[in-house]
């Protein structure tokens, strides 16, 4: 039981040099990569800006197209009850 035990402490033990292996070495290739990184990073964040724009733009024109639609129908409907009062005008005679 206490090999079994030992063998699992040594098991812990590889993985974490593995991982701080890694780590280092990802920590190294972002330095060499770290030009690259800050164009890439403005270029998405101007991308991302320049998308959230665009959404705000739709949104209005879904909002005014919402509206139209809604005053649209309204004026309908005022002309339908105009219409109405007229045809019962016409038909009290």
Known sequence: MAEH????????IDDLMLQTE?????????????????H?????KRKVRDLQNEVGLRKEEVEALKRNIR??????L????RLYGEECVRLRR
């Open 40 to 44: 890439l990073e403005i270029n998405l």
């Open 5 to 12: 035990e030992l063998g699992k402490k040594d098991r812990l």
């Open 71 to 76: 005053a649209t129908r309204q004026s309908e």
């Open 22 to 38: 890694n780590v280092s070495n990802k920590m190294g290739l972002r330095k060499t990569l770290g030009k690259h990184e800050s």
């Open 78 to 81: 005022e002309i339908e009850v």
